[in-house]
């Protein structure tokens, strides 16, 4: 199958402190990528959808200022946490699609990055 | 709207036993449907998955799920449990395969020796 590279898979940063997180379709161009928040012992919520080279949709009541996703080519897709708090320590997952005959293929998941901010 | 049921947050089984995992969705159109592993620190690893061909669907090791259009359930099942199952289980669905995810909650997998 497909491989989604997520990075990096573990960091820690201060508060205040902005982190990029970078996911990567290694031998797919993906159309669409999605990013994922995972809160201890909690289900993964959709945080926001990206397209290449077009705005980021994201879902009701996630910070746009806070969390900038920028897709800007069909490999990458990042998101970066600015002024981060200890309250945006979190696994944060993206997840990656590309068009086939006319649909979307499965969705390819990254590793996860596990966000600690301190 | 589409979401997922997870019924138990936490399962047990001893060694060998028959493991059911618990999945029920609701969703306005025929849906996709996944089933994911996830061990600790570690990503979404697919299990198997549901795209309107066969009910009866067999994924990596060993696992498999029935889908059951009337009783919108697609539980997942392996005969014989092993420590290395031992993991969080997550039921999702989907309107289209590269679509977004709705999860459920989780089923966290203990394997008792």
């Known amino acids: 199958g497909a491989v989604v590279s997520q990075h990096p898979s573990r960091v820690i940063c201060k508060s205040g402190t902005s982190v990029k997180i970078e996911c990567r379709s290694l031998?797919?161009?993906?159309?669409?990528m999605f990013w994922y928040r995972q809160f201890p012992k909690q289900s993964l919520m959709l945080m926001a959808t990206s397209n290449e080279g077009s705005k980021a949709t994201y879902e009701q009541g996630v910070e746009k200022d806070k969390f900038l996703i920028n897709h800007a080519s069909l490999t990458l897709s990042t998101l970066t946490v600015t002024s981060a708090h200890p309250e945006d320590s979190s696994f944060y997952i993206c997840?990656?699609?590309?068009?086939?005959?006319?649909?979307?293929?499965?969705?390819?998941f990254g590793q996860g990055t596990r966000l600690t901010v301190v | 709207a589409q979401s997922v049921t997870q019924l138990g947050s936490h399962v047990s089984v001893s060694e060998g036993a028959l493991v059911l995992l618990r999945c029920n969705y609701s969703s306005s159109v025929p849906p996709y449907l996944f089933w994911y592993v996830q061990y600790p620190n570690q990503g979404l690893q697919l299990l198997l998955k549901y795209t309107s061909a066969a009910t009866l669907v067999k994924g990596i090791n060993g696992f498999e799920a029935e889908f059951k259009k009337s009783e919108t359930s697609f539980h997942l099942t392996k005969p014989s449990a092993h420590m290395s199952d031992a993991a969080e289980y997550f039921c999702a669905v989907s309107e289209d395969t590269g679509n977004q995810f709705y999860f459920g909650t989780g089923t966290s997998l203990t394997v008792i020796p």
């Open positions: 997840s990656a699609t590309y068009w086939a005959r006319g649909s979307n293929t499965e969705a390819f």
């Open positions: 031998d797919f161009q993906a159309t669409t």
